[in-house]
């Protein structure tokens, strides 16, 4: 069955320094795989989508991610966190092109 | 992007009472709207999928009669929880797509708190 991995629970980061949020898919065929952001008391928000067009995807607000097939990730980034980028990040997968598998979601804090 | 509205954002209801959810995309036709639950510390759950004119599909373990969803126009798709118990309680948010599930726009969600 697909299933969707995120490592980290919570991810602490500072103001200004790099954002890693780790995401591991199980697809036994090529994935469409997406990052989504939800901020408190807000729907779902789409930053980013891979569709086999291009292994390296940006997205709003100065993230990205990139799809390594040889490790079955899809990493999220962002080279300088802001305050605002404090949020719950879910890496979803699509199966079936119309039902959507969640990881648990990666909390996101930026101290000052 | 589409908007998606949900409402109301957050309820509390009394044990055994009905609650109802709605989902209305307001700026697109959605063709298949989505209803997940979110279980804290866990992650989205998919529940059911519905398409406008149809039957609901649910998914394995959830009791379609208990979680009656209705999808009776290309932008509304309600979901009503019937006999709500305090295990009901949770964040229960929709998603709506206008074909093929390439993007999905989703709803603000709604804390169901059932006493």
């Known amino acids: 069955a697909q299933s969707v991995t995120q490592l980290d629970s919570h991810v602490s980061v500072s103001e200004g320094t790099p954002v890693l949020l780790r995401c591991n898919y199980s697809s036994s065929y090529s994935p469409s795989l997406f990052w989504y952001v939800q901020h408190p008391n807000k729907g779902l928000q789409l930053l980013l989508k891979?569709?086999?067009?291009?292994?390296l995807v940006k997205g709003i607000n100065g993230f990205e991610a990139e799809f390594k097939k040889s490790e079955t990730s899809f990493h999220l980034t962002k080279p300088s966190a802001h305050m605002s980028d404090a949020a719950e990040y879910f890496c979803?997968?699509?199966?079936?092109?119309?039902?959507?598998?969640f990881g648990t979601g990666t909390r996101l804090q930026v101290f000052p | 992007g589409a908007v998606v509205s949900q409402h109301p954002s957050r309820v509390i209801c009394k044990s055994g009472t009905s609650v109802k959810i709605e989902c209305r995309s307001l700026d697109f036709q959605a063709t298949t709207m989505f209803w997940y639950r979110q279980f804290p510390k866990q992650s989205l759950m998919l529940m059911a999928t519905s398409n406008e004119g149809s039957k609901a599909t649910y998914e394995q373990g959830v009791e379609k009669d208990k979680f009656l969803i209705n999808h009776a126009s290309l932008t509304l798709s309600t979901l009503t929880v019937t006999s709500a118990h305090p295990e009901d309680s949770s964040f229960y948010i929709c998603?709506?797509?206008?074909?093929?599930?390439?993007?999905?726009?989703f709803g603000q969600g709604t804390r169901l708190t059932v006493v």
């Open positions: 979803v997968d699509v199966y079936n092109t119309d039902k959507l598998i």
């Open positions: 891979y569709t086999s067009a291009a292994t």
């Open positions: 998603s709506a797509a206008r074909q093929s599930n390439t993007e999905a726009f």
